[in-house]
């Protein structure tokens, strides 16, 4: 079992849809989570980081964690076409000392049809 | 754009050869982190160095080793190249220790194996 799932999609929505993009993980240990963004191969880009249970927004975008149940999803309200990428959730536990290496899921790829 | 520079941005070489990869990060960042994006295998962690020392590994092949110089830059040197190593590279860096957790990723070099 990979220790973060996430739905590779691909997933295609109508431009203004509210996307839903969700990964799992299976060590208790993890305590930080983010969420990146990727365009064509391109580096991936920053979006959303949280460490707590709860919502996080910051404009279109939503972050939501669920430590009981291992379950972390962003929601992405008003979807445009620049939206169009690769969703990677990425997860880090405490780390030792100043190690912070990140696990990755395997990515979903977002369509927005204008 | 991130702030973290890699070069070259494509590489095309022989199996049995050795390249290497180059890193700068971001201005006052004593991290690099090393990624590897393959299609079958998503986004791996290589291993990280803080400050010149290396922190953590990950699924690092032998044939792979990195440092990190006095001014911070990093290489990734790959050697016995094999088809299999063709992939996305991507460096990452991140704050200094207990500064946040945040990664910023690079443009990637991308290497092709022939």
């Known amino acids: 079992q990979k220790e973060v799932e996430q739905d590779p999609g691909p997933l295609s929505v109508p431009e203004g849809a509210i996307v839903s993009l969700n990964c799992t993980y299976s060590?208790?240990?993890?305590?930080?989570f983010m969420w990146y963004r990727q365009y064509s191969r391109k580096g991936p880009e920053l979006l959303m980081y949280t460490y707590s249970s709860g919502n996080k927004e910051d404009g279109r975008f939503t972050a939501q964690v669920d430590k009981s149940s291992k379950y972390i999803s962003l929601f992405i309200r008003d979807s445009q076409p620049s939206d169009s990428a690769t969703y990677l959730c990425?997860?880090?536990?405490?780390?030792?000392?100043?190690?912070?290496?990140?696990?990755f899921g395997s990515g979903t790829q977002l369509t927005v049809l204008p | 754009d991130s702030g973290v520079t890699q070069t070259p941005k494509h590489l095309i070489t022989a199996t049995g050869q050795r390249v290497t990869l180059r890193c700068s990060p971001r201005?006052?960042?004593?991290?690099v982190y090393w990624y590897q994006q393959s299609l079958d295998q998503g986004l791996q962690f290589l291993i990280q160095?803080?400050?010149?020392?290396?922190?953590a590994k990950g699924n690092i092949l032998e044939r792979f080793s990195a440092q990190q110089f006095p001014d911070l830059h990093s290489e990734l040197n790959l050697s016995s190249l094999e088809l299999g190593d063709s992939a996305l590279y991507f460096c990452a860096s991140g704050p200094r220790q207990g500064a946040g957790d945040t990664q910023y990723f690079g443009p990637g070099t991308r290497l092709t194996v022939l």
């Open positions: 990425a997860i880090r536990g405490i780390s030792s000392g100043s190690a912070r290496q990140l696990t």
């Open positions: 160095y803080y400050n010149g020392e290396e922190r």
């Open positions: 201005s006052g960042d004593l991290s």
């Open positions: 060590n208790s240990a993890f305590q930080y």
